[in-house]
């Protein structure tokens, strides 16, 4: 059950291709070189390794219980949430004015991927206090900002995020929950919201709740929904909690996996009514809280990326330890352990480049995305953010579509030991599936890929991303080495795949929209993984010219032989996804209905 953080892999992704000492080089984060990013993960690898990831286990067997409006975590949780606290993690990249550290979004993201491989229901509590942290810097008050920002980056108090109701999944237009105005200028909220993660436990002083709910007489529709700071305490004149709110959980959900993590049906008003407090203007509270959504999106991307990591440090365990069979080669007389049999290496080898490929992908997006916060030009400020937003559904779909791979393939070389509980691996597996649904299922995922990051520019952002693809292309084929030849021959096959589903889908999009979305999906699942792979091909030239220079030859031989193997058995698959996307909508459209 140990698990050991890839800061090696971390750096190298954040120095040779997210640009770690460019990104240092912004206002605000001159600090924030590759010294500091090692001495940062060093730390943080030590928290997670020693204290978080012990408790992940215990977590699944002994989860989160209720018991007469009172949740209880998992024993050690909450001890293990105060040195989390204690150690500043909530605030890393928070703004130094209300008690971050002000560190970039590249570092904390490293950060976030080791507290999900250590721990991903642990870890799901400070993602949603992130998310609620942005979206009150974004659209909250002064008042606000002073009253619940400090408590909440200095890890007393937690956040939530209430959208869900159990008439209103992902059509947030059907939300019910109704906010009246008082004349001290506060609201008294009414309504029930669901699988609200984290809506009551016992790790912190106080919670703050935002949530969507509709002010007397708004419009119907998303156009009428605003946002609201609902705390679980109210706040007294010093800070301090106070008096219980009317806000209170009725019970938490039984899960397939993430047992430890509390999920919450919350109940507001019952007794008069839930103060809370309106969050920039009335009926724009879909617009901010979409600030938190994007952010928490990005989180349960790296999410995949980290249980990922945790089922093939598992897997590689196990097949070191697993003795049975003898070589197919004849290169040994008696059994062996089977991480000499081939299918087994293919199975390592497919969740080593998966993890590899996407962990890339997410501190490249992460990268973009200090750039666009920071950079002193507006133009490059503006392109980073077009961007970062293009990835970020790739960075929650793909990888966490990925993740379940992965896992999968964990329980797969464990055999039969992997269908057993006791091996732990099944955890992973099950753990996993809810990250391709919540924040957002692939759908939804690849719906806003198709709409609002393709079609509505045109696929203006897809191709200035296929150029820069190109750009790697030349420099592939300047090289003499066969894995340069090789990934140059599936990067440029893969590239112009990407191009062709980005002509369809910008081209098709209004004139048939049914045959465009059709291959929604599978368009995201495509973009990931030319993306993925061409940060995997970045890295395979940086990694044979370190190797030339004889820096570190075992971690440079490795990562041109990962990269490789990216490009010929999973860069390989796009073509194939080109055509069922641009070719095969009727093989989706055409069934009759009553028929299924």
């Not at 062996?336 to 998966?354: E, F, N």
């Not at 897809?462 to 420099?475: D, F, G, K, N, S």
Request: glycine residues 10%; hydrophobic residues 45%.
């Amino acid at each position: 059950m140990t698990y050991l953080a890839p800061v090696k892999d971390m750096l190298f992704a954040m120095k040779e291709l997210a640009g770690l000492e460019a990104v240092a080089t912004l206002p605000g984060y001159e600090d924030a070189g590759l010294d500091t990013a090692a001495a940062v993960l060093d730390e943080c690898a030590k928290l997670n390794q020693d204290v978080i990831a012990p408790l992940n286990w215990e977590g699944d067997k002994y989860p989160s219980t209720f018991h007469d409006g009172k949740v209880t975590t998992t024993p050690g949780f909450k001890n293990a949430f105060e040195q989390f606290a204690a150690g500043g993690w909530q605030g890393l990249h928070h703004p130094v004015d209300f008690g971050g550290q002000g560190l970039p979004k590249l570092i904390h993201a490293a950060c976030i991927e080791m507290i999900n491989s250590a721990n991903l229901s642990f870890a799901l509590c400070p993602l949603l206090t992130d998310g609620a942290i942005e979206a009150l810097l974004t659209a909250g008050s002064d008042e606000l900002k002073t009253i619940y920002l400090p408590p909440m980056i200095e890890g007393r108090w937690t956040g939530t995020m209430n959208l869900t109701e159990p008439q209103a999944g992902s059509d947030l237009a059907a939300v019910r929950s109704r906010a009246e105005p008082q004349p001290d200028g506060s609201y008294k909220v009414f309504g029930t919201k669901i699988f609200i993660t984290y809506g009551e436990h016992d790790m912190a002083e106080n919670i703050v709740h935002l949530v969507l709910a509709r002010v007397t007489g708004a419009p119907e529709g998303v156009k009428g929904i605003s946002l609201f700071v609902v705390p679980k305490f109210m706040v007294n004149a010093d800070g301090s909690p106070g008096a219980r709110n009317d806000v209170h959980c009725v019970s938490i959900e039984h899960k397939l996996g993430i047992k430890a993590s509390p999920t919450a049906v919350l109940q507001f008003g019952d007794h008069g009514g839930a103060v809370g407090y309106l969050v920039g203007q009335e009926n724009r509270g879909l617009e901010y809280m979409f600030v938190m959504m994007n952010a928490a999106r990005f989180g349960v991307g790296t999410q995949g990326i980290a249980v990922a990591e945790r089922a093939y440090q598992k897997a590689v365990g196990y097949a070191r330890d697993r003795v049975q069979s003898r070589p197919v080669d004849g290169s040994m007389n008696t059994a062996a352990p089977i991480i000499h049999h081939p299918d087994v290496k293919r199975m390592l080898m497919t969740m080593r480049a998966y993890i590899e490929g996407c962990r890339a992908m997410a501190l490249v997006a992460a990268a973009a995305q200090d750039a666009a916060h920071a950079h002193p030009d507006a133009d490059v400020r503006k392109q980073n953010q077009a961007f970062y937003e293009f990835l970020v559904p790739l960075v929650k779909g793909y990888s966490t579509e990925m993740s379940l791979e992965v896992t999968s393939l964990g329980v797969q070389v464990h055999g039969g030991m992997g269908f057993i509980e006791e091996t732990g691996a099944a955890q992973y597996y099950r753990d996993a599936k809810i990250l391709t649904i919540y924040e957002g299922t692939t759908a939804i995922q690849a719906n806003d890929l198709v709409g609002r990051k393709t079609a509505r520019d045109g696929g203006a952002t897809a191709r200035a991303i296929c150029e820069q693809i190109q750009a790697t292309e030349a420099q592939l084929a300047e090289r003499g080495s066969d894995a340069a030849k090789a990934m140059l021959k599936r990067l440029s096959a893969a590239r112009q795949a990407l191009l062709d589903v980005v002509g369809f889908v910008a081209g098709q999009t209004r004139a048939s929209p049914n045959a465009v979305f059709a291959g929604s999906v599978p368009y995201l699942m495509l973009a990931g993984n030319v993306v993925a792979g061409w940060q995997m091909a970045r890295a395979l030239l940086i990694a044979e010219d370190r190797l030339a220079a004889g820096e570190e030859p075992d971690f440079m031989r490795a990562k041109i032989t990962t990269a490789r193997f990216y490009g010929d058995h999973i860069l390989s698959k796009v073509p194939g996804l080109r055509d069922s996307i641009v070719e095969g909508a009727e093989g989706v459209t055409e069934m009759a209905l009553d028929a299924f």
